[in-house]
């Protein structure tokens, strides 16, 4: 279980998302998610297009509500998920909270809408990852662990 200690650091990570918008938010495998924030970064040897700040929603499931009603939840059909996930598209974040005793999350964006993380898997998979414009990334899961690393090293833990 993360403590209080664990939440205030992660949350100091987080935080300077808030008050970016968006962009080229994506639907990928299965029911995974990415969506950039920041500056827009040079194309990398792929032609992949990167913002400074890099969500990526892997092994947690997730759900977007506007106001009370849920809009789309991370297993409903591809193609509603496609379509609902463009929602959040050029939309402003507004907060983000952090909840124990894994490290689910909510970022509130404008317009009312809410994109709920949470951890589904605490022995494998990570829940979500936040690459960052130090080159590093926040690791959040399995379970309640989390790591804040160099993202151009490859850990040896397999």
Request: charged share 20%; net charge negative.
């Amino acid at each position: 279980m993360v403590n209080q200690s664990d939440l205030v650091a992660v949350s100091e990570l987080v935080m300077p998302l808030v008050g970016k918008q968006a962009w080229n938010v994506r639907l990928g495998i299965g029911n995974s998610l990415t969506m950039n924030f920041g500056k827009q970064l040079e194309p990398n040897e792929f032609g992949q297009l990167f913002g400074e700040w890099y969500l990526w929603l892997e092994g947690c499931e997730w759900r977007i509500d506007q106001q009370d009603q849920i809009l789309i939840a991370g297993e409903d059909s591809r193609e509603q998920l496609r379509v609902a996930v463009q929602e959040l598209e050029g939309r402003t974040l507004l907060a983000v909270s952090l909840y124990s005793p894994a490290i689910d999350a909510i970022f509130e964006f404008e317009g009312h809408l809410s994109l709920r993380l949470f951890a589904v898997n605490t022995t494998e998979l990570e829940s979500w990852n936040l690459f960052t414009p130090e080159h590093k990334v926040l690791v959040i899961g399995p379970g309640a662990h989390w790591s804040y690393t160099r993202s151009d090293v490859v850990s040896e833990e397999l």
